[in-house]
Nanobody, 122 residues
């Protein structure tokens, strides 16, 4: 079992940046692909970004491509989401999740963190 804990959320003005972190427990972090999802008020949870086990590949939602960067440090059991040029529509609770093979669909992920709030003011 994998336990995931997100951090780094907060309030930022439009155009600003935040870096989210997701720390994973256990010795098998490098065996999992990782993803970030988000859920805005009144909306369904949506895919944001994903990264392979070895960082050899990444996927992004069109809405964040060019502004967000996913990365990981397997020695630290941590995955990151660097968010630049933030927009008010990026406001959401952001979740990290783990899966055996890189994926973009929510149902393909096995373990989830509790989420961290990101609020972008205009």
């Amino acid at each position: 079992q994998v336990q995931l804990v997100e951090s780094g959320g907060g309030l930022v003005q439009a155009g600003g940046s935040l870096r989210l972190s997701c720390a994973a427990s256990g010795r098998t972090f490098s065996s999992y692909a990782m993803g970030w999802f988000r859920q805005a008020p009144g909306k369904e949870r949506e895919f944001v970004a994903a990264i392979t086990r070895t960082s050899s590949g990444t996927y992004y939602a069109d809405s964040v491509k060019g502004r967000f960067t996913i990365s990981r440090d397997n020695a630290k059991n941590t995955v990151y989401l660097q968010m630049n040029s933030l927009k008010p529509e990026d406001t959401a609770v952001y979740y990290c999740a783990s899966t055996r093979t890189i994926a973009i669909r929510e149902w393909q992920y096995d373990y989830w963190g509790q989420g961290t709030q990101v609020t972008v003011s205009s």
